[in-house]
C-alpha cells in the first residue's frame, strides 16, 4: 500500500505546488512508484508536471463518480503518475455531500494505494472540503511554509484543523514536518520566523525539516518549461535544497515506520 503524503497550507505563495511537484519529481527519480494527485482547482501541478491540461479526464469526474480512477490517471515516462486538476473541481462543496463526504477522497485512492509506493496530494490554499478530504487519505502531512511573518498565520489556523481531523476520520494523520520555502539565512527576517515556526511546531507534535529551500528563480522558471526543477536546472540551489528535502522526507518516514 502506498504511503500518502499531504502537503498543505491555506496561505498561497508559499512553494506549496513547487514542493509538491518536486517531492513527487524527486522520489520518482529515485526509482519509486508514485502518483501525484492535484486538489488545487486551479490545476497547477500537472501543469508544473508538463502535462497538456486540455487533455484527459481530471479529479472532478473522478470524485463525482463518473469515471474510475484508473481511467483519469495520466502515465508519464520522465515524472510521477498524474491525476490533474481543473476550475470545475471549485464545485467540490456542492457535490460531496453525505455523510462520507469526507471520505471520498480516501476511498477512490484505495482502488489504486497498491499500484504506488507514494501518493503525493497538492491541495488548495484553503481549509475547505477538499483540503480535509486530503488529510482524512493521508499518512503524512508536510506543511511549506514560507519565511514571511504572514506565513505563521496560516499555521496556527492550521493546528485546530489538524487536530479535529485528528480526533475524526483519520486518527493517525501524522505531520512529518515543516518546509521552510524562500529562506535566506542572511536575513533576520528569515531567522526569526524559522525560530517561530520551531515554536509552532513543537504545539503540534512535529518540528522543521533541517533542510531549508533557498531562493532562486528555478523554482519560477521550471513549470514554464514543463519540467520538473530537477531536470530544468540541476545545480541550482532550490535544486539541491529539493533533493536534499526528499532524501530527509524518506528517512523521516523509514524512521517512524
Avoid: W
Wanted: proline share 3%; hydrophobic share 40%.
Amino acid at each position: 500500500m502506498a504511503v500518502t503524503i499531504v502537503l498543505t497550507n491555506q496561505k498561497g505563495g508559499v512553494g506549496k505546488t513547487t514542493s509538491s511537484a518536486a517531492l513527487a519529481s524527486g522520489l520518482k527519480g529515485a526509482g519509486y512508484r508514485v502518483l501525484a494527485v492535484d486538489l488545487d482547482s486551479q490545476g497547477n501541478l500537472g501543469f508544473s508536471l508538463g502535462l497538456d491540461m486540455e487533455e484527459g479526464h481530471t479529479m472532478c469526474e473522478v470524485l463525482k463518480g463518473e469515471i474510475p480512477v484508473k481511467d483519469a490517471i495520466r502515465h508519464t515516462e520522465d515524472c510521477a503518475d498524474i491525476l490533474t486538476s481543473d476550475i470545475l473541481l471549485s464545485e467540490a462543496e456542492m457535490f460531496l455531500t453525505g455523510t462520507a463526504r469526507r471520505l471520498k477522497l480516501k476511498n477512490v485512492l484505495d482502488d489504486v494505494s497498491s499500484d504506488y509506493d507514494y501518493i503525493i496530494i497538492d491541495t488548495p490554499p484553503a481549509l475547505n472540503i477538499l483540503t480535509v478530504n486530503g488529510y482524512a487519505a493521508a499518512d503524512y502531512l508536510v506543511i511549506p511554509m514560507s519565511a514571511e511573518i504572514l506565513s505563521l498565520v496560516g499555521l496556527i489556523q492550521l493546528k485546530e484543523t489538524i487536530e479535529s481531523v485528528q480526533g475524526s476520520v483519520n486518527p493517525k494523520l501524522n505531520v512529518l514536518g515543516i518546509l521552510m520555502t524562500k529562506y535566506n539565512r542572511r536575513t533576520r527576517l528569515s531567522r526569526e520566523v524559522l525560530e517561530m515556526a520551531q515554536t509552532v511546531a513543537a504545539q503540534i507534535g512535529t518540528e522543521v525539516f533541517d533542510t531549508k529551500i533557498r531562493c532562486g528563480v528555478a523554482a519560477a522558471e521550471a513549470p514554464a518549461h514543463g519540467l520538473s526543477i530537477f531536470d530544468y536546472a540541476p545545480k541550482a540551489n532550490p535544486t539541491v535544497d529539493y533533493r536534499d528535502f526528499v532524501e530527509e522526507a524518506v528517512q523521516k518516514m523509514h524512521k517512524g515506520a
